[in-house]
């Protein structure tokens, strides 16, 4: 069956796992628009923009009949010097996903069109695409109480990626169970409180938000519970049972770590210009907050350190 040698295709490029839905709304779509309201999504102005898409994922490949929807795994286990301050998160230190991924979703559509399929869409987190509802409903897993899709047996460290086609292939069963019980170790662990309640997450408190897409200053009250993020967080994966569990190192090269902020002087991004920005570091995930926000998110983590120390 075609769905099974595109899933033995899928394992044989690397991906974690593989599963097929179809791209009609999502039964949760309601919470985005609610969410929205509330503010939460702060300055990430492009998500009222695209919640029409998001809501109805037709509506950005209207000739799709199937999402084929693949994890791709970005786990690397910290070292010492990952733990030291400035930190940056775990999917932020090997090569760009957005680059990498896609075009490793960009073999496996490929392998589509060479079964048949006219149209073969790949999108990793660069568009309008509610890709963990997709990949539940795909049944890769349930949306834990910190909002991560979470895999058996996998954990939480992976990014989503899909595949929109024409091809039409048979959905899996959506995932039902949450596995998540009575367990709230990541709305406890959260430094800034930025769960409202389990599955809605207030982004504008949230430090991944605060170092990667707010422009400006970080609010002074938050700075102190950065816990010497620099760029992203991992806290509410890292402390999840199911990645204690079974967190592996990912087999993708390209996704291995190579980024550090480790032993950079504190006055590192202060001393170079944007050339020397561009050069060091072009085609990383630190192009997002650029020179500007990488000044503030150095030292905002370098005082978030300071203060805790200063606490009796
Ligand atoms: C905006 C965004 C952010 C924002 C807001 C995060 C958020 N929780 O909403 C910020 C900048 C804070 C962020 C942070 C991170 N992000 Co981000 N982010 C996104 C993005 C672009 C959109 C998410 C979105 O639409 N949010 C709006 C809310 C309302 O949507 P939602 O959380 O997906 O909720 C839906 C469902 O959960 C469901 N739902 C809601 N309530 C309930 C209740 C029940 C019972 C059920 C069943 C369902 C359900 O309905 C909602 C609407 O469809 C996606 C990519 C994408 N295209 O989807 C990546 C994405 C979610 N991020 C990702 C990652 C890796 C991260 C970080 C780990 C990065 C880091 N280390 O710093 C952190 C994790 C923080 C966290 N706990 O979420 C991955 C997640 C992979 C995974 N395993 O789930 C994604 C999918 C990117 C990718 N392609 O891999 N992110
Ligand atoms: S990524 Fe960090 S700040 Fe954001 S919700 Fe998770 S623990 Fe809180
Ligand atoms: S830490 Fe516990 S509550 Fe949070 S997502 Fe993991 S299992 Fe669910």
């Known amino acids: 069956m075609l769905a099974e040698a595109l899933k033995a295709?899928?394992?044989?490029?690397g991906f974690l796992a593989c599963g097929i839905t179809d791209p009609s709304p999502p039964p949760h779509a309601d919470r985005l628009d609610a969410w929205l309201a509330k503010g939460y999504a702060g300055t990430m102005r492009y998500l009222h923009r695209q919640a029409k898409r998001r809501k109805d994922p037709r509506l950005n490949v209207p000739d799709a009949l199937a999402v084929v929807v693949l994890l791709e795994n970005y786990y690397s286990p910290d070292t010492a010097a990952d733990l030291d301050p400035p930190r940056i998160a775990k999917y932020a230190r090997g090569q760009d996903y957005h680059r990498v991924t896609l075009e490793r979703l960009g073999r496996l559509a490929e392998w589509l069109r060479e079964h048949g399929a006219a149209v073969a869409h790949p999108y990793v987190d660069d568009g309008p695409i509610p890709e963990r509802e997709l990949a539940q409903r795909a049944g890769l897993g349930w949306i834990g109480k910190n909002t991560m899709l979470i895999r058996p047996g996998v954990g939480s460290f992976f990014f989503i990626g899909t595949i929109f086609t024409d091809l039409p292939l048979p959905s899996d069963p959506a995932f039902?169970?949450?596995?998540?019980g009575s367990c709230t170790r990541c709305l406890d662990a959260c430094p800034t409180e930025a769960f409202i309640e389990p599955r809605v997450l207030d982004a504008t408190r949230c430090i991944s938000y605060l170092t990667i897409e707010q422009r400006g200053a970080i609010p002074e009250p938050l700075v102190e519970h950065l816990r010497g993020f620099a760029f992203g967080c991992d806290?509410?994966?890292d402390v999840c049972p199911w990645n204690h569990r079974f967190a592996a190192p990912t087999s993708v090269p390209e996704l291995r770590p190579v980024h550090s902020l480790a032993g950079i002087d504190e006055r590192h991004f202060e001393t170079i210009d944007e050339a020397e920005f561009r050069r060091r570091y072009g085609g990383t995930a630190f192009e997002r907050p650029g020179l500007a926000g990488m000044?503030?998110?150095?030292?905002a983590a370098l005082a978030s350190m300071d203060r805790q120390e200063d606490r009796p």
Not at 9 to 13: D, G, I, K, M
Not at 295 to 299: A, D, E, K, S
């Open 9 to 13: 295709r899928a394992a044989e490029l």
């Open 295 to 299: 000044r503030r998110n150095v030292r």
């Open 176 to 180: 039902t169970t949450d596995h998540c």
């Open 235 to 237: 806290i509410c994966n």
